[in-house]
């Protein structure tokens, strides 16, 4: 009689044809945002804990999902009658996000509030009137475009109407 221990049951073979289950990995896109903000996150946290940046993610203002167009009354959004004074836009289900802002010249502009590089969500800077990305540097002026990398690509912006008692964000493509 043999002293070895009997085997146990391979395990059934995966069906190939089977359901996968109900999770799915996330985008690329998801992945490097996340860790992206995970990154931004943490060395923020250790170069200055309480710092401002963490308030940046806050939105202003929600635009329904179907929203074409969004509109922000002076009277509900004093700050952009104010030069450099901003309001964080959420909109189609946040997958925009907006940064909108009075610049110093008068004129106002709609831009992304997503890094180009790896998604972190950028700041206005009243000093140098750009958008600043507080995870690895990038700058862009008011019209979307590079002024220092690592990002390659222009930030997305969209046309703003003005009038005396507010501004129109058009979201139609263009
Ligand atoms: S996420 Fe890297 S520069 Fe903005």
Redesign the pocket.
């Known amino acids: 009689m043999s002293d070895r221990l009997p085997r146990p049951a391979s395990p059934a073979p995966r069906d190939a044809a089977a359901p996968r289950p109900a999770s799915s990995p996330p985008s690329r896109r998801a992945f490097l945002a996340t860790t992206?903000r995970t990154a931004?996150v943490v060395g923020l946290a250790a170069a200055c804990s309480g710092c401002a940046w963490f308030h940046k993610k806050d939105i202003d203002v929600r635009a329904a999902p179907e929203a074409t167009s969004i509109r922000l009354a002076f009277a509900d959004h004093a700050a952009l009658k104010t030069p450099n004074g901003f309001v964080r836009v959420s909109a189609q289900d946040g997958d925009l996000r907006i940064l909108v802002v009075r610049l110093a010249d008068g004129r106002a502009v709609a831009a992304s509030m997503e890094?180009t590089?790896?998604?972190?969500d950028l700041d206005w800077s009243d000093a140098r009137g750009d958008f600043e990305?507080p995870?690895?540097?990038?700058r862009f002026d008011p019209a979307g475009k590079v002024l220092e990398g690592?990002?390659d690509d222009p930030l997305p912006t969209w046309p703003v109407r003005e009038d005396a008692d507010g501004l129109t964000i058009d979201l139609a493509p263009t």
């Open positions: 992206a931004g890094c590089h790896w998604g972190c990305c995870c690895h540097g990038s690592p990002a």
